[in-house]
């Protein structure tokens, strides 16, 4: 009998695949979106920065005008001691937290909110950015990184700016050693075998003396310990050039 594959044992939430986020620092949300933002405006003091475990951004401490602290993502050139504004009526400076209706088109925007008031969960990684580009009615046009156009309510509050950190990938790891414990911190999978290398009880794919010779594309129906590979993969493959196509059919 065979083993359960890794993306099996992932997906099915096994405790060895499971983030540690007692190790993790901040739980990043917004504040509840209240009077205070929806008709006015709310400053707050940037008092730390925090590198928290659990993201790769940088994380920025925050004193509220009433007495609050809370947690932002940082963007790029922001300072200890800087004021940000939060609400209908803040400026549009980088860090500012706004309503989608309040920011114009062609703004670089992140962290931001899928329904309104669920405090954000949008575009949250090193150096990313979305743009707004249209709006209709009740609803905005945001362009995602992946260049996938979605529709928001235009009452879903976004930061202005790009998320710092976006040269992090620019140092290289230099050795094994730190490369595991970049991932041993939050429990990710590494290294990733290859499933020729395994054998036939771990991997579909495994237990070949010669790796040729079996196709890796599976159906869509196919049962999960064999949905591995190329799934529905319409064709695999080099491309044929639309000159080799021309020659042959002369």
């Known amino acids: 009998m065979g083993k359960r594959l890794k993306q099996q044992r992932r997906g099915d939430g096994s405790p060895a695949y499971k983030a540690p986020t007692t190790r993790y620092k901040v739980d990043l949300q917004y504040r ?31 004193l509220y005008d009433n007495g609050e602290r809370g947690h932002l993502l940082a963007p790029e050139g922001a300072i200890i001691g800087d004021y940000i504004e939060v609400g209908a009526q ?48 009740n609803d905005v046009l945001v362009r995602l990184p992946s260049r996938k156009t979605i529709k928001l309510s235009a009452d879903c509050r976004a930061q202005i700016g790009i998320i710092s ?19 041993h911190v939050r ?9 020729v290398k395994m054998s036939a009880y771990n991997h579909p794919f495994g237990g070949k003396q010669h790796h040729e010779g079996k196709p890796t594309t599976v159906s869509r129906g196919a049962p999960p310990g064999r949905k591995v590979g190329h799934i529905a993969a319409r064709s695999t493959g080099r491309k044929k050039s639309v000159r080799n196509v021309d020659e042959g059919s002369q």
């Open 187 to 195: 429990n990710r999978l590494w290294p990733k075998n290859r499933g």
């Open 90 to 137: 803040a400026k549009l400076n980088p860090g500012n937290l706004l309503p989608l209706y309040r920011i114009p088109d062609g703004a670089y925007i992140f962290n931001i909110e899928r329904m309104p008031g669920d405090r954000g969960r949008l575009i949250r990684t090193p150096g990313s950015y979305a743009t707004v580009v249209s709006r209709k009615g």
């Open 32 to 62: 509840p979106y209240d009077d205070a933002e929806k008709t006015g405006v709310l400053r707050a003091q940037i008092v730390d920065f925090i590198d928290d475990p659990g993201r790769d951004a940088l994380v920025m401490k925050v």
């Open 165 to 183: 950190g976006g040269g992090r990938l620019e140092q290289p790891l230099l050795k094994a050693g730190t490369a595991y414990y970049k991932y």
